[in-house]
């Protein structure tokens, strides 16, 4: 059977890793999480004291950019490929809101940005890939058969990361998971390198008022259409 390529992007905690690596399992593709990509950079700046909430040595971090190697391996007990720096499993480490709360301002970085996005296509050079993020419609494969564009109130977002953050046991407010996901949405939108935005030829979700068992059918129809539409 042709594979194909599927693109989905939006804004941050709108569930799109979840149904992505929902999606890859039940299609027996590979997923691959552009952000967490960007949050081992991310990391990487922060353990290097490259960045903070008062600075940014973005001159340090292009320069340091060549020892900054980022791979995922499968984790069958997870089920899905965590992230590595350097050889290192840094997967619980780069979901916190410390790396939160930094990650847009080093994704903001053209040098960032050109290194990941040379990696990202060539781990979906073969198809058969379900990658999310945030400009993978529009910049790393704009020729995707489908592109699925993910939104949800800010409310509902933060409150979704809130649960994750605590399940996991970390000390957060709701006001601070929002606010963060309130300054993501602006940074992301705004940069003038890959902007987070949708493709024209994407398809919207806006899953407020949707669970995730009606979000997964109605993806699966989607998909059902593109692999039609090869016929
Ligand atoms: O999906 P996430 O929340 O883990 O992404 C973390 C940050 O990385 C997000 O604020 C924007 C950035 N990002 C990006 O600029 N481009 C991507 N393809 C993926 C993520």
């Known amino acids: 059977m042709q594979k194909i390529t599927i693109a989905i992007d939006g804004y941050s905690s709108t569930g799109k890793s979840t149904v992505a690596k929902q999606l890859a399992k039940h299609l027996g593709y590979v997923y691959v999480d552009t952000g967490a990509m960007y949050r081992a950079v991310t990391y990487y700046a922060m353990t290097h004291n490259l960045i903070d909430d008062t600075h940014f040595d973005v001159v340090g971090l292009v320069s340091k950019l060549n020892e ?12 899905f490929a965590e992230v590595y720096l350097n050889g290192q499993n840094i997967e619980k480490e780069v979901r916190t ?12 970085i053209p040098e960032v940005r050109y290194q990941l996005v040379k990696q990202q ?14 400009d993978i419609g529009t910049v ?17 977002r933060a409150t979704r990361r809130f649960d994750e953050l605590i399940g996991r046991g970390d000390d957060v407010t709701y006001e601070d998971v929002l ?53």
Not at 69 to 79: D, E, M, Q, W
């Open 68 to 79: 900054v190697v980022v791979s995922f391996k499968f984790n069958p007990i997870a089920g």
């Open 97 to 108: 809101l410390e790396v939160s709360s930094q990650v847009s301002k080093v994704a903001a």
């Open 121 to 134: 296509q060539q781990m979906g050079k073969d198809k058969g890939v379900v990658m999310d993020g945030r």
């Open 140 to 156: 790393v494969f704009p020729y995707a058969k489908l592109k699925i564009f993910m939104t949800a109130s800010p409310e509902k």
């Open 179 to 231: 606010r963060n996901v309130q300054e993501r949405d602006y940074i992301d939108s705004h940069r003038e390198d890959s902007p987070l935005r949708k493709a024209d030829d994407s398809v919207l979700i806006d899953n407020t008022g949707l669970t995730q068992e009606e979000q997964f059918k109605l993806i699966l129809l989607l998909v059902e259409r593109a692999f039609e539409d090869l016929e």
